[in-house]
């Protein structure tokens, strides 16, 4: 089993910026892409940005620029900066971790872990 706590959500300014952290526990050694994911009030979770245990980085178009997601192997957490924050990232932020092996994780449903979520919310 795979624990995964989220931190660092808030109301913040548009134009601010936000990290968020993830603290995984657990059977770890089976773990090799962590991911971050939204999902806005009535939208689908998205895929923010991926990464794999060598520090390969995979960002989904809608964030490429703004967002950059970070892992600390040695303490077990992932980072998902956010910068020049938007309204429409009004979001609940996801952390999940997956077994696959190869290759980057991209879909949403191929995470085996989740946390429960931490609420970012960007004022205009």
């Known amino acids: 089993q795979v624990q995964l706590v989220e931190s660092g959500g808030g109301l913040v300014q548009a134009g601010g910026s936000l990290r968020l952290s993830c603290a995984a526990s657990?059977?770890?050694?089976?773990?090799?892409?962590m991911g971050w994911c939204r999902q806005a009030p009535g939208k689908q979770r998205e895929l923010v940005a991926t990464?794999?245990?060598?520090?390969?980085?995979y960002y989904a178009d809608s964030f490429k620029g703004r967002f950059t997601i970070s892992r600390d192997n040695a303490n077990n957490t992932v980072h998902l900066q956010i910068n020049t924050l938007k309204p429409e990232d009004t979001a609940v932020y996801y952390c999940?971790?997956?077994?696959?092996?190869?290759?980057?994780?991209?879909?949403?449903?191929?995470?085996?872990?989740w946390g429960q979520g931490t609420q970012v919310t960007v004022s205009s």
């Open positions: 999940a971790a997956a077994f696959q092996m190869k290759g980057f994780v991209t879909r949403v449903y191929d995470y085996d872990y």
């Open positions: 657990g059977s770890l050694f089976s773990i090799n892409a």
């Open positions: 990464i794999t245990r060598g520090g390969s980085t």
